[in-house]
């Protein structure tokens, strides 16, 4: 048994069983990566694959059995290499973060401007996606820390911190009638003009869509999108009024908007810091979570990770 033999095991299953798609992965030949499987099988006396034919369609319930085992020996093999160069070499190596558009664009650029003056030799990759998109990227090991809103609480296999609330904010060009309502605005309001927000699943939609189905409301959805720049800009278009994160409106940048606050409408959201469960994490990886979020101080990460996988844990 070699390390080779897992990960053309674990790319198998992450690749959906094309083996061509492995082997680019693993820099290898299809041919190689399917007699890397075969030895593996022809040693552990069970076949991991179904097949059909050549083609490899799923796991077996012994492949089912093998692929959390597999997993686990891969990320503590990882673990040893880390450990070595947390100790050789505790000021430079690699931090890979993905995270939303709205969390990359509006919540982390302090927090890498000043990692970086604390550590200029670690490389960051900043990598964006959806919430399901960043969960797969901790789950892939792409990725060493995940930030989003939406998602990250829902895999098991993922230690997901509590780090900030939010709130959504209306936004609208200069003069707008929303501007001059009397009193705090309402649903009924909102739905009368033509509302651009996120696509499904990103930056707390699931809380609006929740708030107009309560009330029997139904908005007039003109346009959606994952970035809430790109919402501003059709704002100022007078496509429609904006339903954003209330951190996406800055009053310097965006002089011909306005925001009201409609906190009283949309529940709080709850942003989330993840990481992969049993991953040792290096030194400067827990100083930049405790930047981003103070009170998840290195402490408070490893009683996170020792906690049993769907516990509520809370700062």
Not at 27 to 45: A, C, F, K, N, Y
Not at 159 to 164: E, F, N, S, W
Not at 302 to 313: I, L, S
Request: net charge negative; glycine share 6%.
């Amino acid at each position: 048994m070699n390390f080779q033999q897992l990960r053309s095991v674990r790319e198998t299953v992450r690749l959906g069983f094309n083996l061509t798609s492995v082997a680019q992965s693993l820099h290898t030949s299809q041919p190689g990566v399917s007699r890397q499987i075969r030895e593996l099988e022809d040693e552990l006396g069970v076949e991991i694959f179904v097949r059909a034919g050549k083609r490899l369609t799923g796991l077996t319930a012994p492949g089912e059995a093998v692929l959390p085992i597999v997993e686990r020996l891969l990320t503590e093999a990882q673990n040893l290499s880390r450990v070595g160069e947390d100790y050789a070499e505790r000021d430079s190596g690699r931090l890979s973060i993905a995270a939303t558009h709205s969390q990359a664009r509006y919540a982390l650029p302090q927090v890498v401007r000043d990692f970086r003056q604390l550590y200029p030799r670690v490389t960051l990759n900043l990598h964006q996606g959806s919430p399901r998109q960043v969960a797969q990227m901790l789950l892939d090991g792409e990725a060493d820390i995940g930030v989003a809103t939406e998602a990250l609480a829902q895999y098991d296999q993922l230690v997901a911190l509590p780090c900030y609330r939010w709130t959504h904010s209306v936004v609208v060009p200069a003069g707008h009638t929303l501007l001059q309502a009397p009193g705090p605005l309402t649903l009924q309001q909102l739905a009368a003009e033509p509302v651009i927000t996120y696509d499904a699943g990103y930056t707390g939609r699931t809380h609006i869509d929740e708030a107009f189905a309560r009330a029997g409301v139904q908005p007039e959805v003109v346009l959606t999108a994952m970035d809430a720049d790109v919402i501003k800009t059709y704002v100022e278009l007078g496509l429609g009024i904006g339903i954003v994160a209330s951190i996406a409106f800055d009053p310097e940048r965006d002089r011909n908007l306005r925001a009201i606050d409609v906190r009283h409408l949309f529940a709080t959201n709850l942003t989330r810091l993840a990481v992969r469960r049993g991953t040792y994490l290096r030194a400067y990886v827990y100083d930049f979570i405790q930047a981003f979020a103070s009170p998840l101080t290195r402490a408070v990460v490893e009683q996170a990770q020792a906690e049993a996988p769907g516990a509520d844990f809370e700062i």
